[in-house]
């Protein structure tokens, strides 16, 4: 068992939430259902790529905001617009890479490339890359590395 998971808090959502998580990501599976005293799931246990989550169907009292998010590290343009594309099903874009997914639950489906970019050797192309992504919703990788480039 992980030392540290994560609660997310749902209004009745966690079963489908687990479902829609893990059938986006590999490496992911749905665990240990807890019923509540009317039948219906109380909590949901799921992994997504190693990491344990418990969706809790708490009730409309708490939403989720951007204060949290969750951070998809894609090697690849395709896995960016994989990941993204899956997320956004019902949801809603944002800016600089985030989007809110159906649940209202805020992403950030980032390059790894992101951090040698915004801080490389080079300061005035991070600052022209940090520019090229404040202008972005979903992340482009050659766009960001062309402005680093000064191309």
């Given at each position: 068992m992980q030392k540290?998971?994560?609660?997310l808090w749902f209004d009745g959502q966690a079963a489908e939430a687990a479902e829609f998580y893990?059938?986006?990501?590999?490496?992911?599976?749905?665990?240990?259902?807890?019923?509540?005293p009317d039948g219906?799931?109380?909590?949901?246990?799921?992994?997504?790529e190693g990491r344990q989550f418990v969706g809790l169907n708490g009730?409309?009292?708490?939403?989720?905001n951007?204060?949290?998010s969750l951070v998809v590290n894609c090697d690849s343009?395709?896995?960016?617009?994989?990941?993204?594309?899956?997320?956004?099903?019902?949801?809603?874009?944002?800016?600089?890479g985030w989007l809110k997914d159906k649940f209202g639950l805020s992403w950030q489906i980032v390059p790894t490339s992101m951090p040698a970019l915004l801080n490389g050797p080079d300061r005035e192309g991070s600052q022209r890359a940090l520019e090229a992504m404040m202008k972005m919703r979903k992340l482009d990788m050659d766009v960001l590395q062309k402005a680093y480039d000064g191309v």
């Amino acid at each position: 068992m992980q030392k540290i998971s994560t609660c997310l808090w749902f209004d009745g959502q966690a079963a489908e939430a687990a479902e829609f998580y893990t059938s986006i990501f590999d490496n992911s599976s749905i665990g240990e259902t807890v019923l509540g005293p009317d039948g219906n799931a109380l909590t949901v246990g799921f992994e997504i790529e190693g990491r344990q989550f418990v969706g809790l169907n708490g009730g409309p009292i708490f939403t989720f905001n951007e204060a949290v998010s969750l951070v998809v590290n894609c090697d690849s343009q395709a896995e960016v617009d994989r990941y993204w594309e899956a997320l956004l099903v019902g949801g809603q874009e944002s800016q600089c890479g985030w989007l809110k997914d159906k649940f209202g639950l805020s992403w950030q489906i980032v390059p790894t490339s992101m951090p040698a970019l915004l801080n490389g050797p080079d300061r005035e192309g991070s600052q022209r890359a940090l520019e090229a992504m404040m202008k972005m919703r979903k992340l482009d990788m050659d766009v960001l590395q062309k402005a680093y480039d000064g191309v």
